[in-house]
């Protein structure tokens, strides 16, 4: 990864003494001159001015249930709003269109409106505009992606039977209009931690337009956020969003309006932002080595820190099952120096993980029992690993290589070669779908490299999607744990939030005991911008670009 | 000459057709799955979202019955559509327009400068010229575009800022100058060399010799006997080339950002789309024949030595 970077900047050198420099001469002030004019679009604003940021084409339509993939999260932060969103400042849920969100049993909530909301297309927000969404996307018919969001409200399977067949229902029975601004909603059992679930994309509301007609929605997508299209998405090159008249939430915005342009390489939108060409990007690969030395104080890192990375194991397999399966886990922890590998590899954008879910979260705590088999011990490591009668077989380290993962595995197989003498070997597969797809049909036989990253502030629920049956259980480990379970029930049945999170980090002492999968670090990724704006944040759970300011 | 072009015609048009078959069946072998990249890094997808996705998609579908599907919806003019909903068709009209220029700029810049570069150190053989030509083309030869690309964008894009690192939504004509000229590069340096060599062995033929010592000037011998002649193999090498230009044009779009043909063929194999992915490529198989094609008979215009058909 550094090599690029370094042949790059050596490159460059090279470049000078050809003949090219003359050329280019000629050319390049021809090309500066043609490219001043980037903003035309938008002559009907004398002051549109928009925050530039790097995005990636969307590759589907913009339905909030539909939105799970960054490159169309980023654009949907931007065009809705939600009942509550998380306050920057706090990390706290707050309302947005949401008046108030209540409930005496943690399972039937009723939701007031704020009664002056509108879509950008002047139409009010109202409780059926949330009803309608919600059922539209549970409805199996409509194969919604971010579905399974759903699954909490009761009469979920109604509308989306397991088995593939067609919805046996038309309304969500969970779902209650009282009057024009308030519903109630009914879950399948008590979750305290619904008001953290509202602030996903999958809550959000849609207009009436759509359910007339959702295909002419798709090419002209409408919301209720801070921002509006100006025109459809250009899915080759990018959108430019103006302000929505009509809002009224927290989040207005301190510019003109965004642009969100896309790109099919990380390092073009870095060296754009270095000319400020572009406002604001996220450094990834070897960019991230050099990023401080390039823009100083013009970097930012984010409050929470995430996704948290692990090795996970195939707990379906008989060895990783067995008691000696777990001693060669913990052994494989203790042998692992989280603190090299985030200085060597990741240049300090990591933190050593200290727990399951991610740093900074509100409850998270760096000293959970059992949490110690995450610190550096060799000594116990090895012991651990004679205990459990050694392990001589070859270890497999899976990962996906179109992401930037090669050089940490094989930064985390020698410590293992090294420190336990267990011949640890890094098994790429082609592409992420690939390395799911093997996943899935159990031909994974040693752990795998995971990153997970909450979907919403609860620290419960990164716990609940990953690792509990109740979520989705994705880590794709097919851990299951009574005891875990039933700590996060007593959890969601708590009224109050602290209380609540003494039972989640219960249920963390359970992952620790077991430990189908191994935290490593959790990654920092920080944002760069040009020297044309100011007041840039970074959230990983919703959009800050609100707050940018650009002269 | 047209029983010639006909029957080259046909078989362009089979070329077109296995290639299409080959492409499906790339496209549909390629690991991974689709819907997975849909749902992006976390999965919450349960198995009956997946189920109906994939039927929406007819990726549930076995190979040939996919084909014939797509097949089926060609010979309609329906190339397909992108999971962004988007008709394949709207797509190559947007992006092929964008690569055409940067196609045609650097076909322009290569054959230019090739050529007249070329003709002079082949000239002026064993000059200073000549040999700071050939130092200099042997080290673009070495040097991949992926690295050219990096270091003239970061050196007169970022340090200079003597042009924008990337290329703007509208990817204009003089925009694309640079990013074709780095294209271009290895092109242009094997042209010269190419050429140059070419131009050598005519000074050095006997048809020259003879023509100098029937005291024919060295212009007119320059003009009928030594550019004609060189020109002819030129022709074939612009001509494949131009094959190598469109592979390039991928890695040189995505480093200039430039929203062409090689930007939307990368993202659709990315996320996996068979129907997009094979339409695009098959475009480009398209442009190759055609472009050879026309090689050739223009090949049949330079030299009426090759008259073809004339056999018959």
Known sequence: MTTKNTIRKALAALATGALLAGVLAGCGAATAKDGSGSGSASASTAAYNPVSVSGTAPGGDLIPTNSQESGKKVLVWQLFDGLVDVDPDTRKVRNEVAESITSDDQQTWTIKLNKDRKFSDGTDVKADNFIKAWTWGADIANAQIASGDLAVIKGYDKLHPSDGSKATATEFEGLKKVDDYTFTVELTSPYSSFVNLLTSVTFYPLPDSFFKDPDAWRKNPVGNGPYKLQKPVDEATGAYLDLNKYYKGNRKPHNTGLYVRFYTDSSAAYQDVLADNLDITSPGGADLLTAKDDFGDRLVEPTITGPNTTLTFPMWDDFWKSSNGLKVRQAISLAIDREEIVDKVFNGYAVPAKDFTVKGLYGWSDSIKGSDVLDFNVTKAKALLKEAGGYTKELPIYYNADGAHKQWVEAVANQIKKNLGINAVPKPTTTFSDFLEKRADHQFTGPWRASEIPFNPGLDDMLRNVYSTSGSANSGSEWTSDAFEAKLKEGWQQKDTDAAIEKFNEAQEILFQDLPAIPLWYTKIPSVYSTKVSNVHTNVFGSTLYLVEKQ | ?312
């Open chain 2, 1 to 312: 000459m047209a029983r010639y072009i006909l029957s080259r015609l046909a078989q362009a048009v089979v070329v077109v057709f296995v290639a299409t078959l080959l492409l499906y069946a790339l496209a549909y072998a390629m690991p991974g799955d689709p819907v997975a990249a849909l749902a992006g890094e976390n999965q919450t997808l349960d198995a009956a979202t997946r189920a109906a996705i994939a039927a929406k998609y007819n990726l549930d579908k076995p190979f040939f019955v996919q084909y014939a599907l797509y097949l089926g919806r060609v010979f309609h003019g329906d190339l397909g559509t992108t999971f962004a909903g988007r008709p394949v068709t709207e797509v190559i009209a947007t992006a092929f327009p964008v690569t055409a220029r940067l196609a045609i700029i650097a076909i322009v810049i290569e054959t230019v400068i090739g050529v007249l570069v070329g003709l002079v150190a082949g000239r002026h053989k064993g000059s200073g010229f000549d040999s700071v030509v050939m130092t200099i083309t042997m080290i673009l030869l070495g040097v991949p575009s992926f690295v050219l690309a990096f270091a003239v964008q970061y050196f007169f894009g970022v340090k200079l800022r003597w042009m924008k690192p990337t290329v703007s939504e509208f990817a204009t004509w003089g925009e694309l100058v640079v990013p074709a000229l780095v294209l271009a590069v290895g092109s242009i340096a094997f042209l010269i060399r190419f050429t140059r060599s070419g131009v050598v062995d005519a000074l050095n033929s006997d048809h020259v010799k003879a023509a100098r010592a029937r005291g024919i000037h060295e212009w007119r011998i320059g003009l009928a006997h030594v550019l004609r002649n060189v020109l002819i193999p030129i022709v074939t090498v612009i001509g494949t080339e131009f094959g190598g230009l469109l592979g390039g044009a991928i890695i040189t779009e995505s480093v200039f950002n430039i929203p062409g043909f090689g930007q939307q063929v990368y993202q659709h194999i990315i996320r996996g789309e068979t129907a997009p992915t094979v339409s695009l490529v098959s475009v480009l198989v398209i442009i190759f024949v055609t472009v050879n094609l026309l090689v050739d008979l223009l090949y049949a215009v330079l030299n009426p030595k090759v008259r073809y058909g004339a056999h018959e």
